[in-house]
């Protein structure tokens, strides 16, 4: 049974950094074609991708938010972290972990994905 | 604003198909990659439900089903029920920037 669970602080101040961490369960992240992956959703909107890793150490980055995002893995732990710097209220939005389907770091859906953490950028 | 655009809404009676479109470009649903679609009910995350032309896990009512053409995708779903009332997303990989893309998402409201 493939598992995925999110974690980190529920609320931050702007300008500050947040880091989410991605505990996960089923499979491994040392299997080749293995991606996991952040997508996070604002009150109301529609959903936006973030970033993935794979295997390999492979990552990619949405274009508009490169500067401000890493993203990592500790396969010992099956662990994925996520960091964004210079929060912003209008980061504000339920942040979602994803294992990603498929045998190649190209492609793919997310297909289990965790429940999601809130996570609310106010001063 | 999202890279694929969906409409914000459908609608339809019990029983009845509807289709959501999601439109994209060469660079993205044009391409060789697949176009995939969750649901998400309010208050939880995702599920995936078609994976290019495949319901997506076993266990998807065959009620759900995909297509694309050209730089256009859609969901159908045939006797619609109630069960199916959830906003709907379509994603594609965009090879040109090696990044994942989502739609804007649909409400669908069963009547």
């Known amino acids: 049974q493939i598992t995925l669970k999110e974690s980190g602080p529920t609320l931050v101040k702007p300008k500050e950094t947040l880091t989410l961490t991605c505990t996960f369960s089923?499979?491994?992240?040392?299997?080749?074609?293995?991606?996991v992956g952040w997508i996070r959703q604002p009150p109301g909107k529609a959903l936006e991708w973030l970033a993935v890793i794979f295997w390999d150490d492979d990552r990619r980055y949405s274009p508009s938010l490169k500067s401000r995002l890493i993203i990592t893995k500790d396969t010992s732990k099956n662990q994925v972290a996520l960091t964004m710097t210079n929060m912003d209220p209008v980061d504000t939005a339920t942040y979602f972990c994803?294992?990603?389907?498929?045998?190649?770091?190209?492609?793919?859906?997310?297909?289990?994905w965790g429940q999601g953490t809130l996570v609310t950028v106010s001063s | 604003q999202s890279v694929l655009t969906q409409p914000p809404s459908v609608s339809g009676a019990p029983g009845q198909r509807v289709t959501i479109s999601c439109t994209g470009s060469?660079?993205?649903?044009?391409?060789?990659?697949?176009v995939h679609w969750y649901q998400q009910f309010p208050g939880t995350a995702p599920k995936l439900i078609i994976s290019?032309?495949?319901v997506w896990p076993s266990g998807v009512p065959d009620r759900f089903s995909a297509s694309k053409s050209g730089t256009s995708a859609s969901l159908a779903i045939t006797g619609l029920q109630a069960e199916d009332e959830a906003h709907y997303y379509c994603q594609c990989y965009d090879p040109s920037l090696s990044v994942w893309v989502f739609g804007g998402g649909t409400k669908l409201t069963v009547l």
């Open positions: 060469s660079s993205n649903i044009g391409t060789i990659y697949d």
């Open positions: 089923g499979f491994s992240l040392s299997t080749r074609g293995v991606g």
């Open positions: 290019g032309n495949r």
């Open positions: 994803a294992k990603r389907l498929g045998d190649t770091s190209t492609g793919g859906a997310y297909d289990h």
